[in-house]
Each structure stands twice: as structure tokens, then as C-alpha cells.
């Protein structure tokens, strides 16, 4: 992790404007500001880990607990029945800010919101089986 603080903690620690939305001791939420649609929000830990998997299990929690409140309010605010959360994790993945942050993005009923395709392929039962047990056996 870098040691200069990310662009979302100095938002965090009120250094950079933003339009809240949301905080408690653990969690911070602002709109995006290059939103995908209308009421696209940003949900982040005060902690500043990179990426999911750094995330300590205190700070995974209580963004557990907020996040379903912050979507709630987001429908009820833009009106929207549908919507998609995004967490990137790492460069190639798309992320561009290395603090953890979850995408809220309506769908709005005109189309705006994500668009996406996916290349999904059918699993095998060999190789589900050897994928599940690697898995297993670093948890
Ligand atoms: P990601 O590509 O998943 O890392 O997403 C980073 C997001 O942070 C992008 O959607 C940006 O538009 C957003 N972002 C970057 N700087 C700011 C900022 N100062 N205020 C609000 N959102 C920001």
C-alpha cells in the first residue's frame, strides 16, 4: 500500500469536498463523480485497505451492516427497483483507486446504469472439484 493517503481518505478526513452520504465509525459513502447513472454512490471503509481480501474482518463487518441500508435509501431516493454493486480489485480488474470502495449503480428504467457482458463457460464436475477443494484448502 502507498504511503500517501488515498484520494478517499483525504475526502474521509474532509480535505477534499464531496457529496456525502452516508458515515458512522467505520464507513464512509459519496457520490461518484463520474457517475454511471443517477445516484451512483461509493461505499467505503475509513479503512484504508487496497483491495476485499486486505480488509480486516472489524471493517468488513460494518461495511456488511451499512451497505444494505445505503442501497435502500438510494432506491428510495432515485426510485429505481434494480440496480448493480461493482468492487474492483486490482489494476486489471479495472480499479483505479487503491482503497476498497463498493460501486452502487441504479438501473434506471431507460437504460442508464451497467451495461456488461460476460464470457462464462460451463464447469466440468473434475474440474469443479479440483477448483472447490484448492479453494477449501487455503481457507
Ligand atoms: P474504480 O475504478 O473501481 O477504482 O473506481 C474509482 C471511482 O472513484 C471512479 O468511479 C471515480 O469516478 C471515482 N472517484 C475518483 N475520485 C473521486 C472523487 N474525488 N469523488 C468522487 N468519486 C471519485
Known sequence: MSAEPSIFTLIIRGQIPSHKVYEDDHVFA????NPFSPGHT?????????????MSEESAAALGR???????AILAATGVDS????????ES???TVDHVHFHVIPKHRDG????????????????GAEMAERIRSHL
Open 30 to 33: 459519496l457520490l461518484d463523480i
Open 93 to 95: 480488474a479495472g480499479q
Open 42 to 54: 461509493l461505499v467505503v471503509p475509513k479503512e484504508e485497505a487496497a483491495t476485499l481480501d486486505a
Open 112 to 127: 442508464r446504469g451497467l451495461s456488461f457482458s460476460i464470457n462464462s463457460s460451463s464447469l466440468s464436475e473434475e474440474d
Open 66 to 72: 451499512a451497505l444494505p441500508r445505503i442501497c435502500r
Open 83 to 90: 440496480y448493480n454493486i461493482v468492487q474492483n480489485n486490482g
